[in-house]
């Protein structure tokens, strides 16, 4: 039950959040100012009203929903950062080794590398401090490098084989942050889009990608939203009326103080017709669920992998007077054909564990480890076929999760983020000579290979860098394919992008290659659907 008390902390908060009700909330606020009161007064030791008041308000919002959350003024930029699709800051992608701030890659167009700052760069000074050598953290570079739009940081640099330290003095600027990590051609006619959340720019980002492909000849397209934790309902909608047509209902949401809003097809889209796969796993939730619920009740797609998170909730973000902002549940949100697919949140705790329940239950292994009750039954609006609600989004075709290339030794390197070291060194060390062997990434990608020499070299490192880490030999055969794919998949993206790096590591992506069968081998066929 919700504690009296602490219902004012909401409800002055905004005038947006009347929805909690009003009437008792001058008795709420004196009896809450009552105790902060006496604490500050009488409390054995020193009190902090406004961090006890924080501290409420958490635990307000805890009582409410696992999704409704308290954002910090201080916390808040870095959290809207992948909604709103841009920061402000300086245009780089960093890597903290040796106590040491390298630059991985700078951003196409952004303030560094007009300025001619470049990847393999380390930064030691930021307006006249020494950040080298000195515990220097992922946080602190924000707060160094981040800042107000038009502001300007100096920064000093050592660059492989200058004499002295680089002098930049950069002005801040707007930064896109990506969410189409990803997007090329399969083969001759399947394309593929992999997309990481749902941000003000994903919808013009992924125009883009189709309007590309689609000049390259695409006639089927797979679209991979593995791992995407969801983003803005609006940017669902609209991604979801490129693939649907005819004001076809793409989603509906109501709560109690929201009457119920309905979502439909507006214009014509990049890609009504053709073979569609939507990619999901047990990480796709909220926008992604929103995705793939409507092209699976209408028809209009498969849905491959494994079921997704399970969350149904709609969440308004509501800024407070301090700069701070709750993200409040306001609405649950419902599938075309009906479907509520929120998991059960009655139990916090068992909430929290879903996921790792699922593993230890054997559903990303085994299908029929799902039990899903007739109850939960509900019917794709075009064909009739069974789908489900409840609990996420049940794919069309199942994908175990490949567990046969995992070892300790494979785990201790990731964990211990020596591959992803080791392959920014060497990089840093040969990329003029590996640009000059390997020209373009397809060559790269075709004639590149992790052989002794490199895979020594790794081994001589991981050595020097931890000498409690044995070498394995048999855990080692094990996950040879997968430690070499991921080294040289890393490279590629040193070296080039993001999108060349999952060009190469998506051969190890059971769910991608299963999509590509289904379409390869005519089994999209065998599925009545409205394509």
Not at 165 to 192: A, C, H, Q, W
Request: proline letters at 2%; hydrophobic letters at 35%; aromatic letters at 10%.
């Amino acid at each position: 039950m919700l504690k009296p008390f602490l219902l004012f902390l909401i409800i002055l908060c905004s005038p947006s959040t009347v929805i909690l009700g009003q009437e008792n909330s001058s008795s709420t606020s004196f009896k809450y100012k009552e105790v902060i009161d006496k604490v500050s007064n009488y409390y054995v030791d020193d009190t902090d009203a406004e961090a006890l008041t924080e501290t409420a308000i958490v635990a307000l919002l805890e009582e409410l929903d696992p999704h409704s959350t308290y954002i910090p003024a201080d916390e808040l930029q870095a959290a809207q950062t992948s909604i709103n699709g841009s920061f402000v800051g300086v245009g780089i992608r960093f890597q903290i080794m040796k106590d040491t701030l390298n630059v991985v890659a700078t951003i196409s167009g952004g303030p560094a590398e007009k300025l001619g700052v470049q990847a393999g760069d380390k930064i030691v000074v930021v307006d006249g401090e020494n950040i080298a050598g000195v515990g220097l953290q992922n946080s602190d570079v924000r707060e160094k490098l981040m800042g107000e739009l038009g502001s300007k940081v100096k920064v000093e640099i050592l660059r492989r084989n200058a004499k002295k330290n680089l002098v930049f003095n950069i002005t801040r600027d707007k930064i896109p942050v990506f969410s189409v990590d990803s997007y090329y051609m399969i083969d001759k006619e399947i394309g593929y889009i992999k997309l990481n959340s749902f941000s003000r720019r994903s919808h013009e980002e992924v125009r883009m990608a189709l309007g590309d492909l689609k000049n390259q000849g695409m006639k089927s397209l797979i679209f991979d939203l593995q791992g995407n934790g969801g983003g803005l309902l609006g940017t669902a909608h609209r991604l979801a009326d490129e693939f649907l047509s005819n004001q076809k209902l793409i989603v509906y949401s109501e709560g109690r103080a929201q009457p119920r809003n309905n979502l439909r097809s507006e214009f014509r889209g990049l890609f009504e017709k053709g073979k569609l796969i939507v990619l999901t796993d047990e990480y796709s939730a909220s926008a992604s669920e929103i995705l793939s619920g409507a092209i699976q009740d209408w028809d209009r797609g498969l849905v491959v992998g494994r079921r997704t998170f399970g969350k149904g909730l709609v969440q308004r973000p509501m800024g407070l007077s301090d700069g701070s902002e709750i993200r409040l549940t306001i609405a649950r949100y419902y599938t075309p054909s009906g479907r509520f697919i929120q998991k059960p949140y009655d139990d916090a705790e068992a909430y929290r564990k879903d996921i790792s329940q699922r593993y230890l239950n054997g559903e990303f292994v085994h299908s029929d480890s799902i039990k899903m009750p007739d109850s939960l039954k509900f019917k794709t609006l075009i064909t009739n076929r069974t789908v489900f609600g409840g609990g996420g989004i049940m794919p069309d075709f199942f994908v175990p999760l490949d567990t046969t290339a995992n070892s300790d030794y494979y785990s201790d390197l990731l964990r211990g983020g020596f591959l992803n070291t080791f392959s920014y060194q060497y990089t840093d060390k040969n990329r003029k000579k590996l640009l000059k062997k390997f020209s373009s990434f397809e060559s790269f990608k075709k004639d590149f290979e992790c052989d002794k020499e490199f895979m020594d070299k790794l081994f001589n490192y991981i050595e020097k860098e931890e000498d409690s880490l044995v070498f394995n030999a048999e855990d080692y055969k094990m996950s040879e394919t997968s430690i070499k794919l991921r080294l040289k998949a890393y490279l590629a993206r040193n070296l080039w992008d993001t999108n060349e790096f999952y060009q190469i590591y998506n051969d190890s992506n059971e769910i991608l290659q299963r999509a590509v069968r289904i379409i390869q081998d005519k089994e999209y066929e065998k599925v009545n659907l409205d394509h």
